[in-house]
C-alpha cells in the first residue's frame, strides 16, 4: 500500500493481559521501526527490522516486549502481561532504507494502548 | 543523532510566514537535516529533508545556513491546520549501515486568526 497500516487504533487491555499490534508497511518497503510515545512526551525507539531480520533492538524492554516481520505478513508487537505503564501511543514507520542519509521514514498513525 | 536544540513553542498568525529555527551545531559534513511535525495525536508526519542546499516542496521551504549549523523551516502561508508539535532531527549514520530518527521536544507552533 501507499501508507503504513497499522491495527488496531486503539486497544483497552487489563494489566497482565497481552496486548498484540499489528503494522504493515509501504510496498516496496524493506525497513520497519516501531516507536512509543507515551502521553504526548518524547518518541521511544523501540526495535527495527530489515525485512524479516532484527536490526537494532536497542530499545526494546526485553523482559515482556517482542516483535516480529514474518514474510508475507504484517509485522507485530506484542507486550506480554502488559502494566499500566505502557500505555501508550505506538507508531510503526518504513523506509526503503534505514541509511536514512537521503531517504525518508514514513509512520503510520499509531495504535493507542490503553491498560486499565 | 547530532543534537538539535529548538524553542519550545512559537506563535504565528494565520497567513503569515511561520520561520521555525533550529540550530544543530555538532552536525557532521554527511548528515542529513531533517523535518517532521505531529498534529494532535497523529503519525509523526514528513516534512521536508536537506543536506546543504535550500530545499522546497509543496509543505515547505528548508534554509540552512553556509556552515550547516543551523536552519529554517518556513511554511509560507500558515493556517489553522498548521499547528502542531514541528520536529527538527538530524539521524547520524551507523557504521554498517542503518541509523534512526531520534525525536527531541520540538516546537508547538500554534497557528491563530
Known amino acids: 500500500g501507499e501508507e503504513v497500516a497499522q491495527t488496531p487504533k486503539h486497544l483497552v487491555r487489563g494489566e497482565g493481559q497481552k496486548a498484540k499490534l499489528y503494522c504493515a508497511p509501504i510496498?516496496?518497503?524493506?525497513?520497519v521501526f516501531w516507536y512509543q510515545q507515551v502521553l504526548k512526551n518524547e518518541f521511544k525507539f523501540l526495535i527495527s527490522f530489515q525485512n524479516e531480520n532484527v536490526f537494532d533492538e536497542t530499545g526494546m524492554p526485553k523482559e515482556r516486549f517482542s516483535a516480529k516481520c514474518l514474510p508475507n505478513s504484517p509485522c507485530s508487537l506484542e507486550i506480554q502481561a502488559t502494566k499500566l505503564e505502557d500505555s501508550a501511543v505506538y507508531f510503526c514507520a518504513s523506509s526503503q532504507s534505514t541509511h536514512i542519509s537521503g531517504n525518508t521514514i514514513y509512520f503510520g498513525e499509531g495504535s493507542w494502548l490503553t491498560v486499565v | 543523532d547530532a543534537k538539535t536544540t529548538q524553542p519550545p513553542s512559537m506563535d504565528c498568525a494565520e497567513g503569515r510566514a511561520a520561520n521555525l529555527p533550529c540550530n544543530h551545531s555538532t552536525i557532521s559534513g554527511n548528515e542529513y537535516v531533517y523535518w517532521y511535525r505531529q498534529i494532535h495525536s497523529q503519525g509523526p508526519q514528513y516534512i521536508i529533508h536537506g543536506l546543504k542546499n535550500n530545499e522546497t516542496n509543496e509543505m515547505a521551504s528548508l534554509i540552512i545556513t553556509e556552515d550547516r549549523k543551523s536552519s529554517t523551516l518556513i511554511l509560507p502561508h500558515a493556517t489553522l491546520r498548521d499547528t502542531a508539535v514541528y520536529y527538527c532531527?538530524?539521524?547520524?549514520?551507523?557504521?554498517?549501515?542503518?541509523?534512526?530518527?531520534?525525536f527531541g521536544t520540538g516546537t508547538q507552533l500554534k497557528v491563530e486568526l
Open positions: 532531527i538530524v539521524p547520524r549514520p551507523l557504521t554498517g549501515g542503518g541509523n534512526k530518527l531520534t
Open positions: 510496498k516496496g518497503h524493506s525497513y
